[in-house]
């Protein structure tokens, strides 16, 4: 599995709809692998069912090129996104993200979001079984969207924690997907360490701010209704022009180091400082991007570098 995964959500979800083309995501798919980024990350609630459907284009042909990593556990409704995790929905969904994948076997198996009605190591059983029977390689959990604890000023990850325990009783978690990031940094706190403690791999999400560290965006700039960052209380004019000493200390850091380094490779290169079990998934639909992404694992930030990132300002607007 290279440095850097390719997160393939853009393609077809959360992301402005119109620039959504599926030849040129296709295109991004191979230049990625061709790159060195062989963790390609799905979720069969993308689209939904779409971002898979065409992952498994490109798998028909490089499946031996590609770590397969999709996810199960959320639906999509008309108005709301709902959880399920019922074992033999688990397993049902299973079967379906393999077919529409074009392989045989899930690498990594994801559980998407726990399902408040049913008790975790039901659900974590049913994907245990899933690895016996020889559908899917290893198990990890997606914790993306855990920081609602926040807002009563809770430790941000304390009942993901708790959960990862429980589950380590009934079958291994070989990975922990979570937001990690210059600026949301907050699973340095507790959750990377729990995870560092007990050798399961970080995959961490949003790793170049819903693109803000890439600096391509300009304040004020609009976002298609679809777009998660027409919501994104980070992503007001405000907040974007107050942001942007972040995106100035990134783009310091990489002109310091020449030859082309652009802020996104340092945004990176900052994550992948953070573990030797950390894999940033940057999501990208250009295949230019997904190849610039690829190359930050050749970036090593100096004791300087990391040391000017951490006195940056924190990020302003609200986290969640």
Not at 71 to 79: M, N, P, S, W
Not at 209 to 214: H, K, P
Request: aromatic share 6%; proline share 6%; hydrophobic share 40%.
């Amino acid at each position: 599995m290279g440095a850097v995964g390719l997160g393939c959500m853009p393609m077809s979800w959360a992301y402005s709809s119109s620039q959504q083309r599926g030849e040129r995501s296709l295109r991004t798919v191979h230049s990625a692998l061709d790159a060195g980024s062989s963790l390609l990350d799905t979720a069969d609630m993308y689209g939904p069912f779409t971002n898979e459907l065409l992952l498994g284009r490109v798998l028909k042909e490089r499946r031996a090129d590609a770590f397969v990593s999709t996810k199960a556990g959320l639906l999509v409704g008309d108005q709301h996104i709902v959880a399920n995790g019922r074992p033999g929905y688990v397993k049902r969904a299973c079967d379906a993200s393999l077919r529409r994948l074009q392989t045989d076997v899930i690498d990594l198996y994801q559980l998407h979001r726990a399902d408040p009605e049913v008790p975790v190591e039901e659900t974590w059983g049913a994907m245990a079984e899933l690895v016996g029977a020889g559908k899917v390689r290893a198990l990890g959990m997606c914790a993306v969207g855990a920081r609602a604890s926040r807002r009563s000023g809770g430790d941000l990850y304390a009942g993901t924690i708790r959960q990862l325990e429980r589950m380590q009783q009934v079958f291994p978690v070989s990975t922990v997907q979570a937001e990690l990031s210059v600026w949301s940094p907050q699973a340095l706190e507790r959750l990377l360490p729990w995870c560092e403690a007990r050798g399961v791999g970080f995959l961490a999400a949003t790793p170049l701010g819903n693109g803000f560290l890439t600096g391509t965006l300009t304040p004020g700039q609009g976002f298609e209704p679809d777009d998660v960052r027409a919501r994104h209380p980070r992503f007001t004019a405000e907040m974007m022009a107050a942001n942007q000493p972040v995106v100035a200390g990134l783009r310091r850091v990489a002109a310091r180091h020449g030859g082309g380094v652009t802020p996104a490779q340092v945004a990176l290169a900052w994550v992948l400082a953070q573990g030797r079990h950390v894999v940033p998934v940057p999501g990208t639909k250009r295949p230019e991007w997904a190849v610039e992404n690829a190359g930050a694992w050749k970036l090593e930030l100096t004791a300087y570098d990391l040391a000017e990132i951490a006195a940056l300002p924190p990020a302003r607007g609200s986290w969640d």
